[in-house]
Structure formats: structure tokens, C-alpha cells
């Protein structure tokens, strides 16, 4: 069984809808490096689940609002 | 050119780095024996976060950091077994710089099995499993040098049940399992007179000896003895 590991997240789109945050402000309120808010949105970073739990309760959505699995698990 | 990247370094990494350029600077004008500043730079923070007292980092630092050491692991080793073959070429022995090293090499090596093998399994499968590969393969190199000698087969072969014994041990009381390794490499240690060398050459033997034999009975004793109860295994009521 392939399980795909691709995860597109709408962070950005949050990130706007609760007062265009700049990706800094975002960092400084959830407690990681500006870079690491860069690496999530352009998808080159996959959070763990504790930092995923972290941004779904800051921005008061589901997890699976703000990431999904991409492509189909075969 | 831009050099606002330089107001994101942190506390530690400016520390390090004036460290690290300090200890080459007097390194190369004073005595190579400041290269040790160098190192207290280049990978005292290291040190520092894996024992929890430096939290500089956010999980995707970390993440480049693991991945960055993972990957210089592969360089370095595979660039130290290119030279010391290159080095020893035509020859069998190691000595001198190649045996220098050898050593590093098995740092490396030994650190990077103990460490997969300890985050793969934990701590008490890790150290049963090393253990027993590590009597078994005592075992047979016995079994195959003397199996002309039935008696000194028979006496060399008893030499290697306190290891399985030990890893059967480590399953089931792993802190007395792991205070005997200490105290068994404690006891090695001395044994080969380890801490007496009458040359350059015996001491890199000494040490090498030192890390192939008693540091994997150091850090496994020590790491039983440390375990944490939620971390122990409870092999009594699995029955196995």
C-alpha cells in the first residue's frame, strides 16, 4: 500500500482572514521562527501534529481546514 | 546586500560562531590547541539542546538540524573509510593518523546504530538486541578460532554468557542489568589497563579499545539505569 505523505495547507488563507497577520505575528503568537511559517505555507515543511493542533486552535478551526492530504492513498 | 538576516540570529548561534571564529584565529596563530574553543562552538549548542538545557529551537529547526547532522554523517563517514583505504593502501595495519581515524569513524558509527536502534525500538530492545548480536558474533569468532582446542573453546566460550545473560537480564530488571554493564565496563576498563599507555601509539589504541568496547557498556548500562518507569517494558506479565 502507497500512503501519500503530500499535504497542501491553507494557511495563508487564514492567516488573511484573521486580520492579515504578517507570517511574524503568526510565528510570535504561536511560538516558532518566521521561517517556519514560510516552509508550512510553501509546503515545504509537514507540522507535527502538536504544531498543527496549535494553529487549528489559534486561527479556531478544524485541523483538517487548514491541511489536507493531496493525491488519493492507493 | 541584504544583512538583516543577521538580526535573526539568536543569543546561541552568535555565541557559537564568535567562539568557533575565536578558536581558529588563535588556533592558527598561537597553538592548535585552541581548537578546542573552536569545538566548544561548533557543537557545544548541540550538546546543549540534546540534554534539554538549550530550547533555542522550534520543531522545524530541529528537523533541518537532524536531517543537516544525518547527511554530514554520510560525508564524513564515507570520506574517512576513502582515506584511511587510500592511506593504508598495500597495507594491513592501522596506525597513526588512519588509526586517529578509525577512531572517529567508529564514533560514528557506533553512535549512529546505538541512536537508530534506541529511537526505533527503545531503549530495552535496543540494548537486548546489541547485546545479543554482540555475544553471538563473540561466540562464533570463537567457536571458529579454537574449534581444533575443545577445552580452551569450551573455557573462551563461558567468557560470553554474561552478555546474554545481561540482555536477558536487561528485558527484565534493566536498572540491575544496567548497573552490572557499568560496572562491568568500570571493571574492563581497568581489566586492560585502559588509563596506562607508554606511547602515542598505545594511547590511540587505548582509546579505541575504549570505544568499541567499554563505551557501548557505559552508555547501555547507563541508559537502563536511567529509564524511565513509563518508558520500561513489562516483560514479566507478557510472558515473554
Known amino acids: 500500500m502507497k500512503v501519500t505523505t503530500d499535504i497542501s495547507n491553507a494557511l495563508r488563507k487564514y492567516r488573511f482572514l484573521s486580520g492579515e497577520l504578517t507570517q511574524q505575528e503568526l510565528a510570535n503568537k504561536i511560538g516558532v521562527s518566521r521561517q517556519t511559517i514560510v516552509a508550512l505555507e510553501k509546503g515545504q515543511y509537514n507540522p507535527s501534529v502538536a504544531l498543527a493542533l496549535r494553529l487549528a486552535a489559534f486561527f479556531k478551526v478544524n485541523v483538517e481546514d487548514l491541511f489536507q492530504l493531496t493525491g488519493e492513498d492507493q | 546586500m541584504n544583512i538583516l538576516w543577521i538580526k535573526n540570529l539568536s543569543r546561541a548561534g552568535l555565541i557559537a560562531g564568535t567562539l568557533v571564529f575565536l578558536g581558529i584565529l588563535l588556533a592558527v596563530t598561537i597553538d592548535m590547541r585552541f581548537l578546542i574553543i573552536t569545538g ?22 530541529r528537523l533541518a538540524n537532524y536531517r543537516a547532522g544525518y547527511i554530514a554523517s554520510l560525508f564524513a563517514g564515507s570520506t574517512a573509510i576513502l582515506i584511511i583505504a587510500f592511506l593504508k593502501a598495500g597495507s594491513v595495519d592501522l596506525e597513526g593518523e588512519s588509526l586517529a ?17 534506541q529511537k526505533f525500538w527503545g531503549i530495552q530492545k535496543a540494548v537486548f538486541r546489541i547485546l545479543t548480536v554482540f555475544g553471538t558474533f563473540w561466540l562464533i569468532f570463537i567457536l ?22 545481561l540482555a536477558w537480564m536487561s528485558r527484565r530488571w534493566p536498572r540491575i542489568a544496567g548497573a552490572v554493564i557499568i560496572v562491568l565496563g568500570i571493571f574492563c576498563f581497568f581489566l586492560f589497563r585502559l588509563y596506562s599507555a607508554a606511547s602515542d601509539e598505545k594511547i590511540l589504541v587505548n582509546i579505541m579499545v575504549f570505544i568499541l568496547f567499554i563505551c557501548p557498556l557505559l552508555v547501555t548500562g547507563t541508559a537502563l539505569v536511567a529509564l524511565k518507569p513509563d518508558e520500561e517494558e513489562i516483560i514479566a506479565n507478557k510472558g515473554g
Open chain 2, 40 to 61: 566548544l562552538g561548533a557543537f557545544g549548542p548541540g550538546f546543549l539542546r540534546e540534554l534539554g538545557i538549550l530550547r533555542d529551537q522550534d520543531e522545524f529547526a
Open chain 2, 144 to 165: 571458529l578460532s579454537h574449534f581444533q582446542e575443545p577445552v580452551s573453546m569450551l573455557m573462551e566460550s563461558l567468557v560470553v554468557l554474561p552478555f546474554f545473560l
Open chain 2, 101 to 117: 581515524l578509525a577512531i572517529i569513524l567508529s564514533i560514528l558509527w557506533l553512535v549512529t546504530v546505538f541512536t537508530s536502534l
